[in-house]
């Protein structure tokens, strides 16, 4: 019942106000802004302003010879530069005609999905940073350390691996890496349910993160949704299984769906790939040691090599949804033309504008981090 | 290695086109820029090519012309088809695709950044990357950008030591 | 332009360099003391400008924890004592960092964080990235490498620990002495219309660092452009009056 006196209150026009989100901010993911246009709390209008990254990746790589780029490309995404390597390497592979040998290729799926349990670990720690649970950044981060350990063992390098070259890979596995890589695993396994009680299950984040930012079938195919977050919306489209390349195809592992397409749905379709990456981990780690032979097919001088004419466009499923290179070739020792189809130009920009709407303040960050947008990929 | 049946019968109803398979799930097609829009909306509309993964733009220098490729994937064929236009560059404009496939949006308005092409109908072409940017569109072959750096920035001057001594016996790291 | 303002013309003792030696005992007693207190207690401004930013979790994290050493992220600039420029900078984040940097209070430590703040780095001919960090704000120190290890992030930190108990990590008092070389080259980046909310020249007086180079050439574009800066500008000044500035 409303008080007799009861009157509604007018607000003045000024009411409604913008409010320019980011870069600074540690709300946001990466440097990036947000100029959201709010009324109360709620956002009625968001546009994305990029480009606080931007390196020009694509002119630099027409400047540099085939094999500078395999320097280049890992930082065009930072949390995750595995499956840039691993796309620009298999572009390049296509057009010069190079078969990989098939021990690299086993290879370089381990670092992949090596490469996506690392900024899955990431991508919870950030998220539930977002909502105050700093235990879980702690936790996911230092995980993913001992994984970057690993990388560093294998690679030389923890962040930039630059391992993958078109080819092959540089390196062969160290001795007894692979046993490392178990008990690592069986570690991950064993600290899951933990992140289960903090994260998952938390009181907490189901209610912050369930019921925000939904996207339903429809949008997420028309708006070019990929990734983990298309599968959040139960679609069960995955490019490892659908456009298979390296040894995917003798891998077994689930294609994780779950229903909902809200923040949470896109945080346990993550949690699922962790799951499922571990799986296809194990299988390698059993198959592998049977696999001889070369790591790397003969390439001609790499300061001399020029590539025949030709163009090839390759896919990858990265952690952040579909990474793709298209790549022009003149003849030249030089790429002709480089175009990076980064999975976050997509959920960064036109998805993130259209879910911010209705939204409100408190919850943009939570929308971000849980699309795992990540702005270098964006800004190139 | 074989097209699909499907699919050939779809490309052929475009006039003047020619197909040619890349690799096992990949198909270069090759048409007039008239006809793309009606390329696009047939094989969305008939075979399921919903997913527009992006749209590249190679600039040629020699025959003056932009290149366009678009390329959409269908999650029920599994086929991937690049479509491969050539337009001028003079005025460099093409029309939007946004109506059939959201994701043009964001390449269109990159492209017209990083190359000037202007696409008629797009909803958004203002600039997103290069705002504070005033020269001409970056990722165009006439623009140097060694010569703009050389222009524009500094370099620490380094002279180690070592390095003089190197030079002194005719070395050096340049 | 300069021989209209007052400021400059009324006191003109102020304009020459301050000699550290020149100033009283006490003073430097108490300037060691600070600088001793101030080093133990350092907040990172927040603020990932680059890539550099993916070593910075497991830095604060619980794997190295530089929070033992009294060094803990800060979310705000105004808060903040040191300003970590993590890589490379494109010419739109630099406009930014330069806006936080001058928000931050003094006494204000800034670290290039890689190859890329030092000489361009794997970028040194790209268009977008700026090449030399320090022309554009002073750094006290920098680290090689791309990307640098977590442990070459903390014994960066403690080395800036060290400098600041030695009193040497002075980068914050070259930008007041010598604010108008750098405004300079702000606005060869940015063009002349370059200007940012913050008054660095009253800052300057304030913590009394105001030397020779503070004001110049380029520090006089400000005046037509900068809000602040209307206080300095004669009745007559053509474009803008005096009265125009208070507004409510």
């Known amino acids: 019942m409303r008080p007799e006196n009861y009157r509604p209150v007018k607000h003045p026009p000024s009411h409604e106000y913008e409010l320019y989100f980011g870069p600074n901010h540690p709300g946001i993911e990466g440097n990036y802004a947000i100029r959201v246009r709010l009324k109360g709390d709620v956002i009625i209008e968001a546009i994305a302003d990029g480009g606080y990254l931007h390196r020009g990746f694509e002119k630099i790589m027409e400047e540099r010879l085939w094999i500078q780029n395999v320097a280049l490309v890992p930082r065009i995404c930072v949390p995750d530069p595995v499956p840039m390597e691993e796309t620009y390497s298999r572009a390049v592979e296509m057009i010069g005609g190079l078969e990989v040998p098939v021990r690299a290729q086993w290879i370089r799926v381990m670092l992949l999905e090596m490469s996506r349990i690392c900024a899955h670990l990431f991508t919870f720690g950030g998220n539930a940073a977002t909502i105050g649970l700093y235990t879980n950044m702690f936790w996911g981060v230092t995980m993913r350390d001992y994984f970057l350990d690993l990388f560093e063992e294998v690679t030389g390098a923890r962040i930039y691996h630059m391992f993958i070259t078109p080819g092959g890979v540089r390196r062969d596995l160290p001795e007894g890496f692979l046993g490392r890589l178990g008990n690592l695993l069986d570690e991950l396994e064993r600290r899951m349910p933990e992140f289960e009680d903090l994260f998952f299950e938390s009181a907490v984040v189901i209610n912050r993160a369930s019921g925000i930012g939904i996207i339903s079938q429809e949008q997420a195919l028309s708006w070019g949704v990929t990734g983990p977050n298309l599968r959040a919306c139960d679609l069960p489209i995955d490019l490892r299984r659908d456009d298979p390349y390296l040894v995917y195809p003798e891998l077994e592992f689930d294609v994780v769906t779950v229903e909902g397409g809200d923040a949470l749905a896109r945080m346990m379709a993550r949690r699922g790939e962790v799951i499922q990456s571990i799986r296809i981990l194990r299988q390698i780690i059993a198959r592998l040691p049977s696999i001889g032979g070369a790591i790397r097919s003969p390439l001609p001088n790499p300061l001399a090599w020029n590539l025949p004419v030709g163009e090839a466009y390759a896919r990858t499923e990265s952690s952040k949804g579909e990474t793709a290179f298209y790549i022009v070739s003149d003849g030249g020792p030089r790429p002709y033309r480089v175009h990076v189809r980064g999975p976050s130009s997509m959920h960064a920009v036109q998805v993130l504008e259209k879910l911010l709407i209705g939204a409100r303040i408190e919850d943009i960050a939570q929308i971000m981090f849980s699309l795992d947008a990540c702005p270098p990929e964006v800004d190139r | 290695m074989s097209i699909p049946a499907k699919l050939n019968d779809v490309l052929h109803e475009m006039p003047g086109i020619k197909v040619r398979m890349m690799n096992e799930r990949r198909v270069r097609v090759d048409l007039s820029p008239d006809t793309l829009p009606a390329l696009l909306e047939i094989l969305k509309g008939r075979l399921g090519y919903c997913h527009l993964s992006a749209i590249s733009c190679v600039d040629w220098v020699q025959t003056d012309q932009f290149e366009l490729v678009y390329h959409v994937w269908s999650h029920m064929l599994k086929t991937m088809v690049s479509a491969h236009i050539f337009i001028s560059r003079q005025p460099g404009q093409f029309i939007s695709v946004y109506d059939i496939h959201a994701p043009a949006g964001f390449f269109e308005r990159d492209i017209h950044e990083m190359f000037g092409v202007h696409f008629e109908g797009a909803p958004n072409l203002n600039k997103f990357i290069l705002t504070s940017w005033g020269g001409p569109p970056p990722m165009l072959k006439s623009f140097n950008t060694r010569e703009y750096v050389e222009k524009t920035f500094d370099w620490v001057q380094y002279s180690p030591d070592w390095l003089k001594d190197i030079e002194a016996k005719g070395g050096g790291i340049d | ?248």
């Open chain 3, 1 to 248: 332009m300069s021989d209209k303002l007052p400021v400059i013309e009324d006191q003109p003792e102020i304009c020459r360099s301050v000699d550290a030696g020149e100033r009283s005992v006490w003073t430097r007693v108490m300037n060691r003391f600070a600088d001793h207190c101030r080093a133990r207690s350092l907040f990172v401004l927040h603020y990932c400008t680059g890539c550099g930013a993916i070593e910075l979790p497991p830095t604060i994290t619980s794997r190295f924890d530089m929070e033992r050493v009294g060094v803990s992220p800060m979310v705000t600039p105004r808060q903040a004592d040191i300003l970590l420029i993590t890589g490379y900078l494109s010419i739109k984040t630099l406009k930014r960092v330069i806006l936080s940097y001058e928000q931050m209070q003094s006494p204000k430590y800034v670290i290039g964080f890689g190859s890329c703040t030092i000489n361009g780095g794997m970028y040194w001919n790209s268009y977008a990235t700026v090449k030399r960090l320090d022309q554009y704000i002073p750094a006290d120190l920098f680290i090689a490498g791309c990307m640098p290890r977590p442990e070459a992030v903390q014994q960066v930190l403690l080395k800036l620990m060290e400098d600041i108990d030695a009193g040497k990590a002075n980068g914050w008092q070259d930008y007041y002495n010598n604010y108008d070389r750098y405004l300079g080259n702000q606005q060869a980046l940015f063009g002349e219309s370059w200007h940012t909310p913050t008054d660095v020249i009253a800052e300057a007086k304030h913590y009394g660092y105001l030397a020779d180079g503070t004001m110049g050439r380029h520090t006089d574009l400000l005046l037509k452009r900068a809000d602040y800066a209307l206080d300095r500008v004669p009745e007559d000044y053509p474009e803008r009056g005096k009265n125009e500035r208070r507004l409510p």
